[in-house]
Nanobody, 119 residues
Framework: QVQFVESGGGLVQPGGSLRLSCAAS????????MRWYRQAPGKQRELVAD???????NYAEFVKGRFTISRDNANNTVYLQMISLKPEDTAVYYC?????????????WGQGTQVTVSS
């Protein structure tokens, strides 16, 4: 049973910052591609950022220059540092871990953490 502990969400004013954390009870964590998704009310879930096992990162256009994804393989944790937050960043943010082998795909999700950007 894979478990995630997501933390760091909350209420912040526009222009503020938050740092999300996701600790995963995964074997071979270092082999997983880790992603952050978000879902706003009434909208589809969308990819925010990902970080590959080798450390390469990728960001959605709407967060480039404001969000930074990173990982700590020694502690099975992925982070999302968010600055210059906007009201449109308000959403539930989900951590995702994915790994492929020749015979199987491993795909796990966290429970989500609420981020609200409002004055």
């Amino acid at each position: 049973q894979v478990q995630f502990v997501e933390s760091g969400g909350g209420l912040v004013q526009p222009g503020g910052s938050l740092r999300l954390s996701c600790a995963a009870s995964l074997n071979l964590f270092n082999l997983y591609t880790m992603r952050w998704y978000r879902q706003a009310p009434g909208k589809q879930r969308e990819l925010v950022a990902d970080i590959r096992s080798g450390g390469r990162t990728n960001y959605a256009e709407f967060v480039k220059g404001r969000f930074t994804i990173s990982r700590d393989n020694a502690n099975n944790t992925v982070y999302l540092q968010m600055i210059s937050l906007k009201p449109e960043d308000t959403a539930v943010y989900y951590c995702n871990a994915r790994r492929w082998t020749s015979v199987k795909e491993y795909d796990y999700w966290g429970q989500g953490t609420q981020v609200t950007v409002s004055s």
